[in-house]
Every structure is written in C-alpha cells, then in structure tokens.
C-alpha cells in the first residue's frame, strides 16, 4: 500500500508526505448529511445540489474554500426542495451556463421537472421553459448536441416529444410532434449528434420504435428506417456517433439485438454483425451491444455470446474487424459465470480503462489496448475472488482517477498511469472513515463528496500533487540566433522552477544549455537556452529534483508516483547553416523519353524558390509546381544525348534567411533508338609540331587515304572489356573522310605537317574487374563532369554521409556514418573531402580513367587499366613522323588579339589546374575583391570592387563565383584551351 501513515489529521496549509482530505464546508451542520451531488464544473466553479434542514435541496455552488462554497438560490423558497434525492438533474453546459432540470417552477405545487439555467448568480439564475405537469417524469435526456440542447418534455398536449433550446423561452420549442395520438409515453432516447443530425429512438404509433433523425427542425426530423418492418419494435439503443457512421443496437425481428450501422441514408443503415448467432427453439438469443467508446478509429463495446458470455469486443464498423478481443472470464457460461461483464469505459493514453471480471480476481481495473496480449487487469486491489468494484471516473493533469473499495479504507479516490506500480490510493491519511462518493478535480485538489461519522455526508477537498503538463518550443524552426525559447506548464501554480530542473537534449548540437527561467504565470514558465555550437535539433526535459512544490508545498507528481520527470517530444531546429537540396527522378538512365518527371526535395521549407531557378543544360523546364520544401518539375531534353539540370546555391532562402546549398547535377541521357548504324564523323584541319593525345568512338569500319605511319595498342573501350589492336596504318597525301568503328583510343606523337586524312580501324581492351571507385557512379572507369562535380559539392559544403536515397549512396551534410565511407575520403577516413583527396579525383578525371592499383595511396591509379600483358604506361599509342610544321603554342595564339580570360594568370589560353583552382577558391570563399598584391589582382573574401570584374564573374556580375560560372571555367580545363569569342555569355568559347 502506497503512502501508509498511521496518523489521521485535517491539514491543508502543510504538505506532509500523505496529504489528508479536509472539510470545504459542513453545509448541513453536525452529524446531519448534506449529500452533495450532481456534480459538474463549468471553468473554476463547481455546481451540485446539496440538502440542508432550512432550505431543502437546492443549487450551490463551491470554488473549493469554505466563504466560497455557498447556494446559489433558493429555487423553491422555504424548507420545501427542488431537487429529489432519487432523481439525477442532468447539469449541462452551453457556452459557459449552466443548465439543468428541477421541480420548482412558476406553479410551486407542480411536481413536474423544468428547464433551468443560472450564471452563478442569484438573478442569473432563472426558468427557461415551465412544463406544467403532474408527471414527475416530463422533462428527461438533457445533452448538449451540435450547440443546442436537446430534451424529451411533455408540455400536457402532445405527449412526451423531442425538444430542442437555445437557452431562451421563445428558443425553447418542440421539434416535431413524432406521435400525435400520444401513446408513446416513454418518448425520443438514445440520441446521439453525428454528421450534422441527431439520430434518436422513437416511436411514431406506426412503425413502432424505429430510428429517426433530424436536423433541427420539424420538416427535417424524420423516419430514417423500419428496421423491424410493420409496428414491431427494433428498439434502437446506444447510437453512438463516429468518424464516417453511427453505431447502434437494434433488433430486426430475425437476428435479435444486434450491432448495426448508418451513415445517415437507407441505403448506408445495415446490421454489421450478427454477434450472437445461438438460438433456442424459436428463441433468437441477442449480442445487446453497448458502451461504445472510441479510440483512433477503433470502438470498443460489450457483446454477448454463447460460448464467451458478455465479453470486449472492438470494431472498424465492417464485419470483418468486428471480432472479440479478449474472453477475459474463460469459464463456460452459465448465469453467474463465464460473462466477464466489462463495465465503465474510459480512454486514456491510446487504451481503454474499464471494470471487469476474469472469474478469479474479482471485479477489478482492466485496460486494453484492443489487442489480447495487450488486455490486462492492472491490478488485484482486493487478492483472490473479492472485488474492490473499480470504477474509472476521470482523466485529469496526465492521470487516471477512479473509485476502488480495498476493503480496508472502503471506497475512496485511487489513482494510475497505467501500470501496477503507479496505482494507489491518493491518500490513505484519510478521515473519510466511511466512503467517498462523488468527486471532480479542480486545479491542484479534488472536491468529494465524502462521509465521516463527525460531519456526515459533505464537501471535503483534497490537494493534489502538481505535475508537468508539457513542454514546448516557444521558438519557431528552423532558429537562428544564438538563444531559444521554450515553454513549461503546469497543473497548478508552482514555486522552485530554475535551470537545474531542466536538460537539454542535444542532437547535432553541442555545448547547448538552459541559462535562464522566466515565470509567465503562477503555472507557465519560459526557458532561455543557449544553442551552443552546430546545427540541428534542440530538445527539453524536466528532471525532477523535489525541488518544485506546489502552494501546498505538495511536491511535483507527489509521493504514490515520485518521479516527476517529463521528456519534452517538440524540438526546435537550430539553423545556422545553408538548408541542402537534393534533385531525384525515377526515370531510367538512358532514357528512351525526352521528357522526365524531377523532385526537388529541400532539407525543410524555403521561400522564393521559382523555375527561373533551375538551371538546365540541354533541356527546358516545364510543369514547375509545389511549396515549402517539396517541388516537381519535367525536365525535356532539347538534343539526343546528355541534358541535365542542377539549383545553384541562393536560388532561395529558408525562413531564417539562411541561402540554400548548391544541389546535385542531375544528368541523363536522352538514347534514341538504334538503328543498326554506327556514327560518322569527319576529321579536323591543324598544322603544328609537338605532342598530344586524342579519343575517338564509334561502331563499323571505314576507309580512307593519309599519309604517315604508326603503331599502337588500345585502351579499354566503352562497354567492351575484351582484348584488342589499336589503329594501323600506311598512307601518303591529303584527304576527308569518314570513320566508322568500335573502341576508343588514345595517342602521343611527334612530327611535321598539315592535312586532312581518314583511317580505319578497331579496337578493344581489356577493363577493370574490381570495385569501381565510389565517385563513378556508371562504373565505367571513368570520372565524368558530372561525377566530379558530386565530390567537389561534398568538398564545398564540408562533409557527406550515409544516405540510400542519395544518388551514390551518400548526400552531403553531417548525418548517419555507419556505411562504408566514400572512396575519395581516404587520408584519412575522417567523412571530410579534403583538397588534397578532391586532387585526387581531378587527377582521375584529367587523366581519362583510372584503374585499380593496390599499394597506392588510395587503392586506385589514374590512366585505365594496361591491356593484357603490358605495362601501364604502354596503354597510350606512341608513334613518329618526319613532316614539318608549326608548334602547339603558335598555332593556338595565332588570330588572338583580343585580351585573355583573367582567370588565365600566365595568358597561354590554356587554363591550368593551378588556374582552375584559383577560381575555385573564390567560389568557396563565396566572394572576390581587388587586389593588386594577389597573383592574378584579385584575392579571395569582401574588399575592394571597383576594379574591373573577374571574367569568371559574368552571370550576374556580383563579384561572387557562382556554381554556373566555375562550370565555364572548369569547361574551358577540360577542353584543354578557350579563345575569345564575342557574343557569348562570358565573351569566350572553349576549344582553339
């Protein structure tokens, strides 16, 4: 037993460690019984009825101190009562009034019930409408519905119909006059509010007791189905409204009592299930299905049978989720056995709490979370075959709260969060020596209606612990200051809140804490957080150290459940860096179509993002949509061949203000279909003397004249890994021509002379048969534009990480490191691209392929692999000549008189990778400014602009490197040379 003490004291100023009820007011004075009842909140007042010697029963009213426990009007002046004992008034709340029903009216002799409503008040508490009447009974099933309150009432003409009031006596009237000849004494029931109409039992003198429906008014209220044709009844009982369809009881004459459904249409009514499917005779046994309650979609209701008896069952309104959860009384079935009679359901934390029997523990506290395994009793307050009669009342401040009778303090407040350890007693410091009844949490205490032999039956409060109701963030995501803000609310005023109440969680975040606590209210408070370093996610709990007491000094969560920690679920995400952007498509690479359907997936919502935006490279954009940090698009190829698109970095911003990354290029190729044919191209004119190299591919065979000599070997060809010869071949003279064949091949020279010629040839290698490189996604031994490209976007942005849905298993950024790490990261594995390793792979991609070659700093060598049986450095083709002619350095300066690109330091038209990684430097650094001590008379960083731009910077002239212009540039390396060219976007072209 939780809490045991075995001093009883009235205390409510000191918090001892088991706090004792104490008397609110002894309405009725001495040992005489006031028998509060009737109980209902409306905000921070609570309403009941209450008997004394001078006045009767009337209406009070109680804030929990005694000079605010008072009555609010005599309604039925003298000692006579307006309330009996043996009735319920039904107190209900519209728009902050109380309603209810009583048997004082205009006529005082009246014995009928009346509709009532009060504001606290003496004067605001008044009749509404006056059935006058004999029957004690007129007036019953008041409930608040779609905004109005709905009633059945005999007014003395028509009967007992169904009544509907906005509050007012002209707003009080009958809705319709269901059965005129009035021989439906017992009227409308069992109505429920569903999809707009209220759905109702009545009987109309013709169909019998049926369901009806109405809206309100009397051309609406209707018969919606003889169930049971003719004037027999169906009986309609326990409508129960749900998301879609209302659930009821009724009996069609053929399958007794059973469950049935409507979604307010003929067509929509129709029994679910047959439940009890026994029969005796001609005696059809029912499933009387009943105490709808509802969690997630799902509803759980009672149900008979004749193998299970009365047992839990849950449906999803078809027949086939109709099913048993759990017999929870295996017994077989007989009248006092067998039926474990599940009782008072009640959901809380996505399960449902009730009473029931398993035949052995006795009647004790169950919950289910609508799976077998997952329908427990919770715990055998009373051992062995004795039932403590748990009954679930209410949900409040994160708590169960329900009546229990452990035969030792009989029936008195318990308490739960679901699990055995966590259900107790509130207090068994309690002088409630005989029972409590009635009871409703207010902030911080309870007021019950409890018994002691000194005072009677009265209104005595009891404190309650406080608890954390939540934690959240006050700062929207994504943050980007150096501090956050976050709330904390409790279930009553507190004292002792401060930072070492709180963690903070960290996630991609260090060095974050709580600096500050600021009191909001007696109840809210706010934390100040300081973010520390990194970026991403920023969570708190509270860690409960006893040093945070409620007025009462109660301290939080109390002492039957002692910890008081609370883990906060809403983050807030600190954003301090550019938000990623990851273009993606399902479409195959090549791909027969020339149109593609692209995601753009931003790491969390950006604003300005447009389809000016998109950068596309033989191709158009078209069909641009969405919002947020989700965009598609359809990229259209304008050319057979590659086309790509790709967002440079600052296309938008998220809300912090923080640019966008740049993204990935998404390249694919547009493939016609083959016919057969391999391609034809011709060859180029030069004159020059010196070395150098060359690739060509194609498919067939081919003719041609020439003049010269040489011999080689070939390389690996595109897509064939087999051995092979390189080009052969003799000749004299001039000539154009043609080249058809298959395999790719390279070589170096020496000689003299100019022409035009044509040849012939095939060749094939052999290729690579380890693991290709990470960075060549096509695996073709190859590093391409677009391959390089993904790894100077890891170099740029300082990091990558495991990641399936990125297009080479990786996406930039920090994250999950738990794959094996990219192969350009190798000195060391430290998931950084370094320059020294992005080098590397320009390495590769100048050279023109690379190889595996173990040993090497990296496990790989650039060049492709040595055909079979020769050193690497024989895969290129050698070969001599005796013609003269100009050198390579003349024949491209030739015709250039206009000024050279200034990324070009030594002015030769060639970019040299020194150059190229001059540039990009300044588009890493994101800015450039004059500087005549710089070796070009720029230096990286913001300064001085009033030089003449960069010819790198042309689109737009921002003095900034954007990825578009380091893609010029980087052309202009790869084609070896540039020459001025007016009229081109930056006044320049690749190539001599």
């Given at each position: 037993?939780?809490?045991?003490?075995?001093?009883?004291?009235?205390?409510?100023?000191?918090?001892?460690?088991?706090?004792?009820?104490?008397?609110?007011?002894?309405?009725?004075?001495?040992?005489?019984?006031?028998?509060?009842?009737?109980?209902?909140?409306?905000?921070?007042?609570?309403?009941?009825?209450?008997?004394?010697?001078?006045?009767?029963?009337?209406?009070?009213?109680?804030?929990?101190?005694?000079?605010?426990?008072?009555?609010?009007?005599?309604?039925?002046?003298?000692?006579?009562?307006?309330?009996?004992?043996?009735?319920?008034?039904?107190?209900?709340?519209?728009?902050?009034?109380?309603?209810?029903?009583?048997?004082?009216?205009?006529?005082?002799?009246?014995k009928g019930r009346n509709l009532w409503r009060s504001d606290g008040t003496e004067a605001g508490t008044l009749v509404v409408k006056d059935f006058i009447s004999t029957e004690a009974m007129t007036l019953d099933y008041l409930s608040l519905m779609g905004g109005v309150?709905?009633?059945?009432?005999?007014?003395?003409?028509?009967?007992?119909?169904?009544?509907?009031?906005?509050?007012?006596?002209?707003?009080?009237?009958m809705v319709k006059d269901i059965n005129p000849d009035q021989t439906d004494n017992d009227g409308p029931k069992n109505a429920a509010f569903f999809n707009g109409h209220v759905f109702f039992a009545a009987d109309d003198g013709i169909h019998g007791r049926e369901l009806w429906r109405t809206d309100g008014t009397e051309g609406g209220t209707e018969l919606l189905m003889d169930i049971n044709a003719g004037a027999a009844d169906s009986n309609p009982g326990a409508v129960f409204g749900s998301n879609g369809f209302a659930l009821f009881s009724a009996d069609d004459g053929v399958h007794g009592d059973e469950l049935w459904r409507t979604d307010g249409t003929v067509e929509g009514t129709?029994?679910?299930?047959?439940?009890?499917?026994?029969?005796?005779?001609?005696?059809?046994?029912?499933?009387?299905?009943?105490?709808?309650?509802?969690?997630?979609?799902?509803?759980?209701?009672?149900?008979?049978?004749?193998?299970?008896?009365?047992?839990?069952?849950?449906?999803?309104?078809?027949?086939?989720?109709?099913?048993?959860?759990?017999?929870?009384?295996?017994?077989?079935?007989?009248?006092?056995?067998?039926?474990?009679?599940?009782?008072?359901?009640?959901?809380?934390?996505?399960?449902?709490?009730?009473?029931?029997?398993?035949?052995?523990?006795?009647r004790e506290l169950w919950k289910s979370d609508g799976t077998e395994s997952g329908t427990m009793m919770i715990k055998d307050i009373v051992?062995?075959?004795?039932?403590?009669?748990?009954?679930?009342?209410?949900?409040?401040?994160?708590?169960?709260?329900?009546?229990?009778?452990?035969?030792?303090?009989?029936?008195?407040?318990?308490?739960?969060?679901?699990?055995?350890?966590?259900?107790?007693?509130?207090?068994?410091?309690?002088?409630?020596?005989?029972?409590?009844?009635?009871?409703v949490p207010m902030d911080g205490f309870l007021l019950i209606s409890g018994a002691t032999i000194d005072y009677g039956t009265e209104l005595f409060g009891l404190n309650l612990a406080p608890v954390v109701m939540g934690i959240e963030p006050l700062t929207s995501s994504p943050a980007t200051g150096p501090t956050i803000e976050f709330q904390v609310w409790f279930s009553e005023a507190v004292t002792g809140v401060d930072p070492t109440d709180l963690t903070v969680v960290q996630n991609g975040i260090v060095e974050a804490e709580a600096t500050a606590v600021t009191s909001l209210s007696?109840?809210?408070?706010?934390?100040?957080?300081?973010?520390?370093?990194?970026?991403?996610?920023?969570?708190?709990?509270?860690?409960?150290n006893d040093s945070i007491r409620d007025t009462a000094n109660a301290p939080l969560e109390g002492v039957c459940i002692p910890n008081g920690d609370f883990t906060g679920e809403q983050g807030c995400y600190v954003d301090n860096a550019a938000p990623q952007v990851i273009l993606s498509t399902a479409a195959p690479d090549p791909t027969p179509e020339a149109r593609i359907p692209?995601?753009?997936?931003?790491?969390?919502?950006?604003?300005?993002?447009?389809?000016?935006?998109?950068?596309?490279?033989?191709?158009?954009?078209?069909?641009?949509?969405?919002?947020?940090?989700?965009?598609?698009?359809?990229?259209?190829?304008?050319?057979?061949?590659?086309?790509?698109?790709?967002?440079?970095?600052?296309?938008?911003?998220?809300?912090?203000?923080?640019?966008?990354?740049?993204?990935?290029i998404l390249t694919h190729t547009y493939?016609?279909?083959?016919?057969?044919?391999?391609?034809?191209?011709?060859?180029?004119?030069?004159?020059?003397?010196?070395?150098?190299?060359?690739?060509?591919?194609?498919?067939?065979?081919?003719?041609?004249?020439?003049?010269?000599?040489?011999?080689?070997?070939?390389?690996?060809?595109?897509?064939?890994?087999?051995?092979?010869?390189?080009?052969?071949?003799?000749?004299?003279?001039?000539?154009?021509?043609?080249?058809?064949?298959?395999?790719?091949?390279?070589?170096?020279?020496?000689?003299?002379?100019?022409?035009?010629?044509?040849?012939?040839?095939?060749?094939?290698?052999?290729?690579?048969?380890?693991?290709?490189?990470?960075?060549?996604?096509?695996?073709?031994?190859?590093?391409s534009l677009s391959e390089l490209l993904r790894v100077i976007q890891f170099f740029n942005i300082g990091s990558f990480h495991c990641d399936i849905a990125g297009e080479d298993g990786f996406n930039p950024g920090p994250g999950d490191q738990t794959c094996v790490a990219h192969a350009s990261d190798y000195a060391p594995h430290d998931w950084i691209i370094e320059l020294s390793e992005l080098l590397r792979l320009i390495q590769f991609f100048n050279s023109g392929g690379y190889h595996i070659s173990p040993g090497t700093e990296d496990g790989y060598a650039p060049g492709l692999a040595p055909s079979e049986g020769e050193e690497p450095s024989e895969g290129l083709n050698e070969g001599e000549g005796d013609n003269e002619g100009e050198g390579p350095t003349e024949g491209m300066l030739e015709g250039a008189v206009e000024a050279n690109h200034t990324a070009d330091q030594n002015a030769d038209y060639l970019i040299s990778l020194s150059e190229l990684l001059r540039v990009i430097q300044f588009f890493n650094t994101g800015a450039l400014h004059c500087d005549a001590s710089g070796e070009d008379g720029f230096n990286p960083g913001s300064g001085d602009q009033t030089c003449a731009l960069h010819s790198s910077d042309y689109a737009p002239h921002d003095w900034s490197i954007n990825l578009s212009e380091l893609l010029r540039l980087i052309q202009f390396f790869n084609t070896g040379a540039y020459h001025p060219c007016p009229g081109s976007e930056d006044n320049f072209c690749p190539g001599l």
């Open positions: 037993m939780c809490c045991l003490l075995t001093t009883l004291v009235f205390s409510s100023s000191a918090f001892a460690t088991d706090p004792a009820p104490y008397l609110v007011k002894d309405i009725n004075a001495g040992a005489n019984n006031s028998y509060p009842q009737d109980f209902l909140r409306i905000g921070n007042t609570l309403y009941f009825t209450a008997e004394t010697t001078t006045y009767g029963r009337e209406l009070w009213k109680s804030n929990g101190t005694a000079a605010g426990t008072v009555m609010v009007k005599d309604l039925t002046p003298g000692s006579d009562t307006s309330f009996l004992n043996i009735y319920t008034y039904q107190f209900t709340e519209m728009n902050g009034i109380l309603y209810f029903v009583s048997r004082a009216g205009g006529d005082t002799s009246d309150l709905y009633f059945t009432a005999d007014d003395g003409e028509h009967g007992r119909e169904l009544w509907r009031s906005d509050g007012t006596e002209s707003g009080t009237v129709y029994m679910v299930k047959d439940i009890n499917t026994a029969t005796t005779g001609i005696f059809v046994y029912n499933s009387e299905p009943r105490y709808f309650t509802e969690i997630n979609g799902t509803i759980f209701f009672t149900a008979i049978t004749g193998e299970t008896g009365e047992e839990f069952w849950k449906t999803d309104g078809t027949e086939v989720g109709t099913v048993l959860v759990k017999d929870i009384d295996p017994r077989p079935v007989q009248l006092l056995q067998g039926h474990s009679d599940p009782n008072h359901f009640l959901a809380y934390n996505e399960s449902i709490y009730f009473q029931a029997n398993d035949g052995a523990n006795g051992a062995g075959e004795n039932s403590s009669e748990a009954w679930p009342k209410y949900v409040w401040n994160r708590r169960l709260f329900f009546t229990a009778n452990d035969r030792v303090h009989l029936l008195q407040i318990w308490q739960t969060d679901g699990t055995e350890e966590h259900t107790a007693l509130i207090t068994s410091n309690n002088p409630l020596s005989l029972s409590a009844h009635s009871t007696d109840r809210e408070f706010q934390v100040t957080i300081d973010t520390g370093l990194g970026d991403g996610w920023i969570y708190l709990s509270l860690v409960d692209v995601t753009v997936s931003f790491e969390w919502a950006v604003l300005g993002f447009e389809a000016i935006d998109l950068i596309p490279d033989n191709a158009v954009v078209e069909n641009f949509s969405g919002s947020d940090a989700d965009y598609t698009f359809e990229l259209v190829a304008q050319n057979p061949g590659a086309f790509s698109v790709y967002i440079p970095e600052r296309a938008a911003e998220d809300a912090g203000g923080e640019p966008n990354a740049p993204s990935n493939d016609l279909p083959s016919e057969g044919e391999g391609a034809e191209g011709e060859g180029e004119e030069g004159e020059g003397e010196g070395e150098g190299e060359g690739e060509g591919e194609g498919e067939g065979e081919g003719e041609g004249e020439g003049e010269g000599e040489g011999e080689g070997e070939g390389v690996p060809s595109e897509g064939s890994p087999e051995e092979g010869e390189g080009a052969e071949g003799e000749g004299e003279g001039e000539g154009e021509g043609e080249v058809e064949g298959e395999g790719e091949g390279e070589g170096e020279g020496e000689g003299e002379g100019e022409g035009e010629g044509e040849g012939e040839g095939e060749g094939e290698g052999e290729g690579a048969t380890e693991l290709p490189h990470t960075a060549d996604l096509n695996s073709d031994s190859v590093i």
